[in-house]
């Protein structure tokens, strides 16, 4: 109680929230007015703009953890309006800033994570923009990491939805922008452009959804304000149920195309084009965590929608365990993560959809955590094999071993690297630890919220439940085969042999994400429930209460060990090392194709969806789109509207108008009446002899004419 009431007087916060945007602002007009002229000092001058970049991204931890401790005391929120932004009749929306439990939650788990990424970007970029041959660019990713902490902190501190989706669509020109970082880099000089444009694409699919539930909301309710939609909606959902499950199914939408969910998850692993720090920004603890915190926000109006809650948790659990799938026939270190991220994001929105919303938060920070410790672990990894292959350049034994290997070689091919476990010793330990989290194994963060989730799944949803404990066991089979792959055995490439451990600014951060990998899962033990009761302050009612289940526990953590045993098995060092001694050409390109064969196929082609796609729907339309421009557009419009119709019609009517009318009678009137004159003068020239006795003769006729007419009259 003392507690208590001294919270309740500590000092509030609340007003300092706008600066969780003010200050990611700051640091971008920084360095977009002076980062060119720093980044002239060379190193020391692109230390300074990766610092002032993660500065201000600091800055908003810290503001986050001020906002927190004012929330111990005042844990009902407050909303902090900082200007009148529309109004149009009774319509208004304000920008204001929502902080309450929840949106401290994302502010707190976006700006750390984010914070030490741009540290270790620092480090990571400064290598990146010399292999890619262009050291002017260091300071326009820092600008385009900033603009994105800054976009992401108003999608989750808004009070309103038209807010919320400024944010939304500001993540997603920061993903297009840093995907496409190297847009001129990638398959024939296209490739990392052409991601950056799927990304794109493919989010404005799911924006649409978005877009609809806004305009449906507005016409529902009159108001896009979260308090007063949440209060009018039992209202709304008693007189037309069908509103909110629209709305709420709209959202679905949106959802599936930020949160990389099926179908719309296509995007996500040609992300990987963009440099690391971007994969693990983007794709840990950023945007596609947007669409479960706007599940999670709107919780008071899917709880009312029984049917949307149902499809949200069935499209989270497919998506988790195809996406997994995939991930066991992948080679490329990143695509692997990649797909590993969709699969989790399936555990989140199939949390979120079942009413689980603490589960699904919960298994979000741990993800960012342990998910951010991956990407970058991997991004050390890339760039240790890249600087082994760098001082291998002129030698070719490189060239002849890559040549043996029947592929190119590839610094982010995991059949280029093993043994990295003696090169590169702290990515190997802070890699193993973000592995075990994520293969879901006691008693690191991972476990506690994914068993969580499968705790919730096995009594609300038994099918979800079956799908996400599928799921689980693949993961735990990836991760061991990739660790096996990366880290064990001998190199199997010269670049490997060589690789060396990346420097001081970029483990740190590895080892602060390790720790906090290994630790997070306090923050909502079993007994405890801490996030539970801190996150029952905004949701209230909508809260499910959680409870540790043994028996789930026991198994999924079972089973991920028999799948690790598995993975051990196929890819231990003896076994691997012999397959990679076989010839090249009797060799398949991996060891678990001879047990598995098609299937093996399958989830390498990644079920052939891409191409599924370009059958059903890319190719129609890019024939339509040409027959619309060569047919309709140049041969029907152009070539027979425009030339035949118009044109010639223009040029026959024009000469009736030329020829027969001005020409022909116009003009014939003008020159009838000239010659009509000229006869006239002609005739009357006959009078004019030149004789004085005729005009004489002329003027006495004329007098006798007049005077016998006045005599007659």
């Known amino acids: 109680m003392f507690f208590q009431e001294t919270l309740s007087q500590a000092p509030q916060f609340f007003g300092l929230v706008p600066w969780i945007v003010f200050f990611p602002v700051i640091g971008l007009l920084f360095n977009i007015a002076f980062g060119k002229k720093i980044l002239e000092r060379g190193p020391a001058g692109e230390k300074i703009v990766g610092w002032v970049a993660s500065i201000a991204s600091g800055l908003v931890f810290l503001v986050s953890v001020l906002l927190l401790v004012s929330l111990l005391g005042h844990p009902e929120g407050k909303t902090v309006p900082l200007a009148e932004w529309i109004k149009i009749g009774n319509f208004q929306v304000n920008w204001a800033f929502q902080v309450d439990t929840l949106s401290v939650v994302m502010m707190l788990a976006v700006s750390l994570v984010g914070t030490l990424i741009h540290i270790y970007a620092i480090g990571y970029m400064h290598e990146d923009v010399r292999h890619n041959g262009d050291p002017g660019r260091f300071g326009r990713f820092f600008v385009f990491m900033n603009l994105f902490i800054a976009s992401m902190m108003i999608l989750v501190s808004s009070d309103n939805f038209l807010m919320l989706y400024v ?5 997603g020109l920061c993903s297009y922008l840093l995907i496409g970082f190297w847009y001129e880099k990638g398959e024939d000089g296209l490739g990392n452009a052409l991601a950056g444009k799927k990304a794109m694409i493919t989010t404005r699919i799911g924006d649409v959804g978005m877009l609809l539930a806004l305009f449906v909301m507005f016409w529902a309710f009159g108001s896009l304000d979260f308090h007063t939609i949440f209060e009018k909606a039992p209202q709304v959902a008693q007189a037309s149920p069908g509103i909110i499950l629209a709305i709420t199914l709209f959202m679905l939408v949106a959802l599936t195309g930020k949160s990389a969910q099926l179908p719309l998850y296509v995007w996500l692993p040609d992300a990987m084009a963009g440099p690391t720090p971007v994969s693990a920004l983007i794709h840990a603890a950023t945007m596609v965590t947007a669409g479960v915190y706007l599940v999670a926000r709107s919780a008071d109006l899917y709880i009312l929608a029984p049917q949307a809650q149902t499809a949200v948790a069935l499209v989270g659990g497919a998506t988790a365990l195809f996406a997994a ?11 692997v993560l ?3 991220t969709i699969s989790q994001l399936g555990f ?7 009413g689980a919303f603490v589960a699904g938060m919960f298994h979000l920070v741990t993800h960012a955590f342990f998910k951010a410790l ?16 760098h001082h291998l350049a002129h030698d070719p034994k490189l060239k002849k071993h890559a040549k043996s290997l029947g592929h190119e070689f590839d610094p982010q091919d995991m059949r280029n690297m093993g043994g990295l476990r003696t090169r590169m010793k702290t990515t190997f330990w802070v890699y193993l630890i973000g592995a075990i989290a994520l293969s879901g194994l006691p008693p690191l963060a991972g476990f506690w919220s994914k068993d969580e989730i499968l705790a919730e799944a096995n009594q609300l ?3 979800v439940y079956v799908l996400l404990t599928l799921a689980a066991v693949f993961t735990a089979f990836y991760m061991a085969r990739q ?12 670049a490997a042999e060589h690789a060396e451990e990346s420097p001081p600014l970029m483990t740190i951060p590895l080892m602060i994400l390790a720790a906090l990998t ?3 899962g306090v923050i909502n033990l079993p007994e405890w429930h801490t996030l539970e009761h801190w996150i029952e302050h905004t949701l209230g009612a909508a809260v499910h209460k959680a409870e540790f289940v043994m028996l789930v526990a026991v198994l999924s953590t079972g089973l991920s060990l028999l799948a690790i045993v598995v993975g051990w098995w196929i890819y231990n060092a003896r076994r691997y090392e012999a397959f990679w001694a076989e010839p090249a050409a009797r060799r398949p390109d991996d060891p678990l194709r001879r047990l598995i064969g098609p299937l093996f196929d399958l989830w390498k082609n990644k079920y052939w969806v891409d191409e599924l796609y370009w059958a059903v729907i890319l190719n129609p339309y890019i024939a339509l789109s040409r027959f619309l421009a060569d047919v309709v557009d140049w041969r029907f419009w152009h070539d027979w509207f425009h030339d035949q119709v118009l044109v010639a019609g223009f040029n026959r009517l024009t000469g009736l108008l030329a020829v027969r009318i001005d020409l022909g009678i116009i003009d014939g009137i003008a020159n009838g009446l000239g010659k009509l004159a000229q006869r006239a003068a002609a005739t009357l020239r006959l009078a004019q002899t030149g004789f004085v006795r005729n005009y004489a003769l002329s003027i006495f006729l004329g007098v006798v004419i007049i005077l016998g007419y006045l005599l007659l009259r």
């Open 167 to 171: 944010g939304w669509e500001g993540v």
């Open 325 to 335: 799938t995939i991930a066991v026939g992948q080679f490329d270190i990143k695509k």
């Open 338 to 340: 990649a797909y590993s």
């Open 348 to 354: 989140m929105v199939a949390a979120v959809g079942m």
């Open 374 to 389: 991956l990407f970058l672990s991997a991004g050390s990894v890339i760039q240790g094999v890249e600087r082994g292959e």
């Open 461 to 463: 949803n038994v099918a």
């Open 483 to 494: 660790i096996l792959m990366v880290f064990f055995g001998k190199p199997r490439s010269a």
């Open 518 to 520: 290994v630790l997070g």
